[in-house]
């Protein structure tokens, strides 16, 4: 069982910047890849941007150059800096890991947190 925690949502103006957390036991932050996600209600979820165990990071084309995926191991702790809002960025963010990224997680299970809201609006 794996316990995520997001925060760090909020309203946001177009241009301006939120950073988000996640929160997760030590050993997973430290050894497994974890992912941001992103949801409108009553749309498909959209994966935003993955770190790697080994500290690669990926992105979705719609925030490249404005989003940044880091860790901060010594507190447990993923982030997602978010630069140069739009309204389309507004949504719900998960952190989210699975067993394909993770050795302590069994293959097809996955692990989500319970949300934060980002409104991007003026």
């Known amino acids: 069982q794996v316990h995520l925690v997001e925060s760090g949502g909020g309203l946001a103006q177009p241009g301006g910047s939120l950073r988000l957390s996640c929160t997760a036991p030590?050993?997973?932050?430290?050894?497994?890849?974890m992912d941001w996600y992103r949801q409108v209600a009553g749309k498909q979820r959209e994966w935003v941007s993955r770190?790697?165990?080994?500290?690669?990071?990926s992105y979705t084309e719609a925030v490249k150059g404005r989003f940044t995926i880091s860790k901060d191991k010594a507190k447990d702790t993923m982030y997602l800096q978010m630069n140069s809002l739009k309204p389309e960025d507004t949504a719900m963010y998960f952190c989210?890991?699975?067993?394909?990224?993770?050795?302590?997680?069994?293959?097809?299970?996955?692990?989500w947190g319970q949300g934060t809201q980002v409104t991007v609006s003026s």
């Open positions: 989210k890991t699975d067993g394909r990224i993770c050795p302590y997680i069994s293959l097809y299970d996955d692990y």
């Open positions: 030590g050993f997973i932050v430290n050894s497994c890849g």
């Open positions: 770190i790697s165990s080994d500290g690669i990071t």
